[in-house]
């Protein structure tokens, strides 16, 4: 049983930094992919960041380039996600979905949402002064 649990989060003023980690327990190798989901008031969920596995290339949407980055512990199956320079636009819930490693196609593009099987509860960032 796959269980994915996300912590961190809160609130934040502009310009500030903060870490939400998410982990994964119940894969049975110390292996995943990652993606990561933000969904902001009255808006669509997005997804701005995946990762195809723990040694290959992370991919970001163009809105946290160079603001956003994750590091892996792959000791302990978590995943954080460290955002720096924060924006009141980046006021949303925060959300990590896992699933088995795959090939990364190498074209920068991320699986949809439904390829994601296991989701972690979300976590609310807000960004204000």
């Known amino acids: 049983q796959v269980q994915v649990v996300e912590s961190g989060g809160g609130l934040v003023q502009p310009g500030g930094s903060l870490i939400v980690s998410c982990a994964a327990s119940?894969?049975?190798?110390?292996?995943?992919?990652i993606g990561w989901f933000r969904q902001a008031p009255g808006k669509a969920r997005e997804g701005f960041l995946c990762?195809?596995?723990?040694?290959?290339?992370?991919y970001y949407a163009d809105s946290v380039k160079g603001r956003f980055t994750i590091a892996r512990d792959n000791a302990k199956n978590t995943v954080f996600l460290q955002m720096n320079s924060l924006k009141p636009e980046d006021t949303a819930v925060y959300s990590c979905?896992?699933?088995?490693?795959?090939?990364?196609?190498?074209?920068?593009?991320?699986?949809?949402?439904?390829?994601?099987?296991?989701w972690g509860q979300g976590t609310q960032v807000t960004v204000s002064s």
């Open positions: 979905a896992v699933r088995k490693p795959y090939i990364d196609p190498g074209s920068g593009v991320c699986p949809m949402e439904y390829e994601y099987p296991y």
């Open positions: 119940g894969f049975t190798s110390d292996d995943f992919a």
């Open positions: 990762s195809s596995s723990k040694d290959l290339s992370t």
